[in-house]
């Protein structure tokens, strides 16, 4: 069983702009929650102990975010160069987790709980999650 989550929350957030001219994409509500929480909560209640947060754009506004919680989990913020992108700024943090990681991105949120728990129960090496995106 998997027990470490890495998110990726670097990103500039073209595609949603306006609405992230000013703020992360993790920290856009859905429902009125932020998606970063709404994966923090999810990643906790399925037994993943330990999350790193790969930040870039933004950076500083999720480590704010996330200290201004009272999450129950191990929750670590990497800031890297913006510029990024995503396989690079993995790439360099690789060290800093464990070798069996969840790897999430902050804008895709599953709320099918039997679908990640799948993931964090996979005897695979690598597995994947896709789904069509409605037009």
């Known amino acids: ?74 929750i670590v913020c990497i800031q890297s160069e913006p510029a990024l992108e995503p396989g690079e700024r993995l790439a360099r943090s690789l060290s800093n987790f464990s070798k069996e990681f969840l790897l999430l991105y902050c804008d895709n949120f599953i709320p099918d709980d039997e679908i990640v728990l799948s993931q964090i129960n996979s005897d695979s090496e690598v597995s994947m999650v896709l789904q069509l995106r409605n037009s």
């Open 1 to 74: 069983m998997i027990t470490s989550a890495v998110i990726l929350a670097g990103g500039k957030g073209e595609r949603m702009f306006p609405i992230t001219e000013f703020q992360p994409k993790a920290l856009v509500p859905v429902l009125g929650i932020p998606i970063l929480k709404l994966q923090i909560d999810q990643l906790e209640r399925l037994g993943i102990r330990k999350i790193t947060i790969l930040t870039g754009h933004f950076g500083e506004d999720i480590q704010n975010y996330v200290n201004s919680q009272s999450f129950k989990i191990d």
